[in-house]
């Protein structure tokens, strides 16, 4: 089992910035893709970001492309999300998930074994 917590979340002003993060334990690998999704109220799940087990490949949703970061630290076996230019509309519960397995990151939530239970992000204009 892999267990995930992320932190980081708040309520910030449209232009504004945060940094989210999600620390692993557990039966966690460093060679494991970590990935970040945000669910807004009455929409979808929507993938946000994703990073290989390396860190040396990226994947970003169009919609937050150049405005978002996303980075890892092995040793502390934690994932960040850093999120400048925030915008009313990335308002949303973002959670982190762990492939659980070796492979490139994936961009569907299908691909992702294990959860985190969530922060919010709220932008306000």
């Known amino acids: 089992q892999v267990q995930l917590v992320e932190s980081g979340g708040g309520l910030v002003q449209a232009g504004g910035s945060l940094r989210l993060s999600c620390a692993a334990s557990g039966r966690t690998s460093s060679s494991y893709a970590m990935g970040w999704f945000r669910q807004a109220p009455g929409k979808e799940r929507e993938f946000v970001a994703a990073?290989?087990?390396?860190?040396?490949?990226?994947y970003y949703a169009d919609s937050v492309k150049g405005r978002f970061t996303i980075s890892r630290d092995n040793a502390k076996n934690t994932v960040y999300l850093q999120m400048n230019s925030l915008k009313p509309e990335d308002t949303a519960v973002y959670c982190c998930?762990?492939?659980?397995?070796?492979?490139?990151?994936?961009?569907?939530?299908?691909?992702?074994?294990?959860w985190g239970q969530g922060t919010q992000v709220t932008v306000s204009s």
């Open positions: 990073i290989s087990g390396g860190g040396s490949t990226t």
């Open positions: 998930a762990n492939r659980g397995v070796v492979g490139l990151p994936g961009v569907s939530g299908n691909q992702y074994k294990y």
